[in-house]
């Protein structure tokens, strides 16, 4: 929402909004002379033209029933997002159950390297373009959520598909309908690009396939890991170019990196400025983030919050870990913990020092069967934990220097690790 109120702006729109509590986006749109109001006030759409809302705004918020009443156009940001990319040349969409924030990302500097003429629409921040870059008309590169099914809005000329895993269930009345919806977006496009390892790619003959396998159109030879930073060759049609090498942590990163290529690839580009387009790309705040050191110990935060996510982020940092690994996971959502039980049991029984940290809900009320204390129940190996301090505590008490804390969630565990870090009790 955030990075539409900014592109907006850049339209010469009048635009103002509001949030139930300050972030680090709200401070951002108020940098940028976006004023944020903290609350719903149904006063505030009086005068407003229309009104944008996301897919977790309830029907009874009193804005958006005030802009109803007062017959005011109300738009989805979904809505929105499909008529703000009706003004670029090339619109290329990036779905999947994960990676689409690093992978759109990723595509934006490789675009950009390979066109100077991209803007980007990212669903986090990242450490070069925000979540916002306008540099350009001829390529719009954006995330396509599958929440409530807001990616069919969108018409992309390049539709890129990185996975189909299972997740918004709540959503979707099964994974069946989950998965025709991940097909219906692809077909909206009339070019798409598909992980090659992805069920998905039998049913999309004609598309662009990706992946590790040399079977892929476009694949990586000879992968390596150097302190868990991969690099490869990379290959096109079975040929062999550019060895690329990524700055950023993770094997699951290759694979952005190769969606990234295809689409280059697509449009024609040659490997030279694929590969510099990817070395140029930093990285994404979240994102397996380095964010410092407590009492010796090397604390990281990760977005991750879907099962597999969370195995992606654990490996690459049991690759970088010298000595032992604490993983402190907070679900995100009671309906995702809920419908994905029995793969989060998986993932996470086979740690040794985890913690769970408390439900972060998102836009959803209290569900004790999907709640992180039912979770850590049913976790012999976990410690359950709520608060600050008592992290605090534990984590004064465990931690040794060369061990590695890894803070995993989409919710406010992140801020969790901030204040551990403020808080430090020795020099380091």
């Given at each position: ?60 918020d ?28 090339n ?15 990723m ?78 977006f692809?077909g ?123 195995a ?41 020092n ?41 984590l ?33």
């Amino acid at each position: 929402m955030s990075a539409l109120a900014l592109y907006l702006k850049s339209r010469k729109f009048v635009v103002e909004g509001s949030d139930t509590a300050p972030g680090e986006f709200t401070a951002k749109l108020e940098r940028e002379g976006i004023p944020v109001f903290i609350g719903h006030d149904g006063s505030r759409v009086e005068k407003a033209d229309a009104v944008i809302v996301s897919s977790a705004v309830a029907e009874s918020d009193p804005e958006l029933t005030a802009a109803r009443r007062l017959g005011k156009p109300v738009y989805g940001r979904a809505e929105l997002l499909a008529w703000a990319a009706q003004g670029f040349e090339n619109v290329v969409g990036v779905a999947g159950c994960h990676g689409k924030t690093t992978a759109t990302a990723m595509c934006a500097h490789v675009l950009q390297a390979c066109s100077g003429s991209c803007t980007a629409h990212i669903g986090g921040s990242d450490l070069d373009y925000g979540n916002f870059f306008a540099g350009g008309n001829k390529f719009f590169v954006t995330e396509a959520c599958e929440y409530k099914g807001n990616f069919l809005h969108l018409h992309p000329d390049l539709a890129v598909v990185l996975n189909t895993d299972k997740d918004h269930l709540e959503c979707y009345e099964s994974e069946e309908q989950l998965f025709s919806a991940y097909l219906e977006f692809a077909g909206n496009a009339p070019a798409a690009a598909v992980c090659g390892e992805d069920k998905l790619a039998p049913h999309l003959p004609f598309a662009l396939t990706f992946g590790i396998g040399a079977e892929n159109d476009i694949s990586a030879s000879n992968v390596r890991s150097c302190g868990g930073r991969y690099s490869f060759a990379l290959r096109i049609f079975g040929k062999t170019y550019e060895r690329v090498r990524l700055n950023v942590y993770g094997r699951h990163n290759v694979y952005n990196a190769l969606a990234a290529a295809a689409v280059a690839q697509y449009y024609g580009y040659p490997a030279s400025f694929i590969a510099e387009g990817l070395r140029a790309f930093r990285g994404v705040r979240r994102r397996f983030e380095r964010m410092g050191k407590y009492r010796g110990a090397e604390i990281i935060a990760d977005y991750a919050h879907h099962p597999n996510e969370i195995a992606a982020a654990v490996r690459t940092a049991e690759e970088i870990c010298k000595g032992k690994l604490f993983v402190v996971f907070q679900p995100h959502t009671y309906s995702r913990t809920r419908l994905l039980f029995g793969e989060f049991l998986r993932v996470l029984l086979p740690l040794e020092n985890l913690v769970i940290y408390k439900t972060f809900p998102a836009r959803e009320y209290y569900d004790e069967a999907g709640s992180a204390l039912t979770l850590s129940r049913s976790l012999p190996n976990a410690l359950y934990i709520e608060s600050v301090r008592e992290m605090e505590i534990y984590l004064r008490c465990s931690l040794s220097a060369g061990d590695t804390v890894l803070f995993l969630g989409a919710g406010d565990i992140y801020h969790v690790a901030e204040q551990i870090l403020m808080r430090r009790a020795s020099p380091q």
